[in-house]
């Protein structure tokens, strides 16, 4: 058995053991987000992406990031909560936490050779497309689950209570 926690990784450890596995020929894809509440949705996008190479990056808004985007309510489930959940998914081989409010630093930090978001954005307009693509690298998207998304699910929930 895996020790998940170890998957969990500071940028500068990440930057070291993606320049291995690159190294080693491994492709290394990377992927963000807030996963606030995961759901089914998340667990098929990110098994989709972990498709597209041999090891799968996970960038993961850090909780002042996420409040920022999300509104004060959010996040639900704190970073490191969140973080190990994430981790312990077998297709997932890293994550990292960034502060900012695009990952466009951590993706130009870490060099991976493929870049996957949802298919609500064009390629062209996925931060950090410039980064990969520069390097000869691809940018992917992946269609979503329907009827899933956190936001839904807390809606959903914030009714049940009324």
Request: include cysteine; glycine fraction near 6%; hydrophobic fraction near 40%.
């Amino acid at each position: 058995m895996s020790d998940f926690f170890s998957k969990i990784k500071s940028r500068s450890e990440a930057e070291l053991q993606i320049s291995k596995w690159q190294q080693n020929g491994d492709k290394v894809v990377f992927t963000n987000g807030c996963f606030d509440l995961v759901h089914r949705g998340h667990v098929e996008y990110l098994n989709k992406a972990a498709e597209k190479g041999q090891k799968l990056v996970l960038g993961l808004n850090s909780d002042a990031s996420v409040k920022r985007l999300k509104g004060e309510t959010r996040p639900i489930v704190d970073e490191e909560s969140r973080a190990i959940l994430l981790a312990a998914f077998q297709f997932i081989d890293l994550v990292v936490l960034f502060d900012e409010d695009t990952p466009y630093e951590l993706i130009s930090a870490l060099q991976p050779d493929c870049l996957v978001k949802g298919a609500d954005y064009n390629a062209e307009d996925i931060v950090g497309y410039d980064i990969v693509t520069a390097k000869g690298g691809t940018v992917e998207t992946i269609s979503f689950v329907e009827g899933f998304s956190t936001s839904n699910i807390v809606e959903r929930i914030a009714n049940e209570l009324k």
